[in-house]
């Protein structure tokens, strides 16, 4: 049941830096070696030249999850913080730091 469990997370962890990308993608503020970087890394998923071939059961497959992250964390590291917050907020994940603003009682 545990396993079923981190599945959920991997799914919804892969979810979120979808629509981070995309976001990176679209945006016009965003360098253009982060978003070269970004492609590479989608690139290399789908292509079928892999340092470790898909065939060998998950070894190829923790192979594209290993590449993606560390060219995702690459990507990401070429942004500004502040664009890199913004991009966080809009696809829905909360940015680090404090968040500012003011609160008041609902209902």
Known sequence: MRRLGLLFALWGRFKREARMVWAMLRNPAVPIVSKVVAVVALLYVVSPVDF?????????????????????????RFLPRDLYDELRRRTGEAPSGPIEGEARRVG
């Open 52 to 76: 470790v071939s898909d065939f060998a059961p998950f070894l190829g497959w923790i192979d594209d999850g290993l590449v993606l992250a560390g060219l995702l964390w690459l990507a990401y």
